[in-house]
């Protein structure tokens, strides 16, 4: 799909990998929604001629007015990227309920309740494009971040299913499967923090114009997914040829980071 001239509606949109994406979209000529709840960064995220509709999106009415006010502004959405998420580092056995609720709330439902309201309209257009933003969590899991990883598991099997529902109206899904992207993530974690071990020897790191990059292209290419960066294949790869290998290997660099009891 081409991108000049696509009303873009992008969820997160006010740092990160948003707010890349914003820049990136708006090169190649797109006309822009962003959304997130700090209205002075999207409107600080290099795209001057962009709608901007700040908003928390764990809330439906917020969800429902960034596609009303991005259809009355441009008359149709092209392509929605949804990125909006959010992380949690506490163990799953640990992990308050509230926290893994609005932590899905966001990863997931506010994802699938925008592409519910976006659909119909793509339809009606005779096509457009979804991208849902999860992650190499959600190919393998980790267990400093177990929840996170489920959440985005869920929206890699949504996006997988979608594609096959949405086929015959020219919709295009593409799941992006970012790994160690250079963002300000996991300074806004619900609870926990990254175990400093694994922190250290975490390898192949990319900015968010790379991501947001390789995001473009997909689109571009009709990508079913998009691995940032590629060589994130290889662990996925080799979670699903030796499970039990990976598993003990990622176990044990967790462990390793807990402090002596």
Not at 115 to 126: C, I, K, S
Not at 159 to 176: F, K, N, W
Request: some cysteine; charged content about 20%; overall charge positive.
């Amino acid at each position: 799909m081409e991108i000049r001239g696509k009303a873009v509606l992008i969820t997160g949109a006010s740092e990160g990998i948003g707010a890349a994406c914003a820049r990136i979209f708006a090169q190649r000529g797109a006309r822009l929604a962003l959304t997130a709840r700090n209205r002075q960064k999207l409107e600080q995220a290099g795209a001057p001629d962009a709608l901007v509709v700040a908003g928390d999106l764990t809330e439906a009415a917020v969800r429902r007015q960034v596609v009303t006010e991005t259809l009355a502004r441009y008359g149709r959405i092209d392509i929605l990227v949804n990125n909006a998420g959010v992380g949690l580092y506490t163990g799953a056995w640990q992990a308050s309920l509230a926290a893994a609720r609005q932590m899905f709330e966001l990863n997931f439902f506010a994802l699938l309740e925008l592409t519910q309201l976006v659909v119909p309209h793509m339809r009606e257009q005779g096509g457009g494009a979804i991208v849902n933003v999860s992650s190499i969590a959600g190919k393998a899991p980790f267990p400093w971040l177990t929840l996170y990883c489920a959440s985005k598991y869920a929206v890699c099997a949504l996006s997988d299913g979608l594609r096959m529902e949405l086929a015959p109206y020219h919709i295009q899904v593409t799941t992006v499967c970012p790994g160690h992207v250079e963002t300000g993530f996991a300074e806004h974690v619900l609870e926990g923090r990254l175990p400093e071990r694994v922190r250290r020897t975490r390898k192949f790191p990319i900015s968010a114009e790379q991501c947001a990059e390789a995001i473009a292209r997909g689109v571009e290419r009709g990508a079913h997914t998009v691995m940032a960066p590629r060589v994130g294949w290889v662990l996925v790869a080799l979670q699903r040829l030796l499970p039990r290998l990976v598993e003990a290997q990622v176990a044990r660099l967790y462990h390793a980071s807990e402090p002596p009891t």
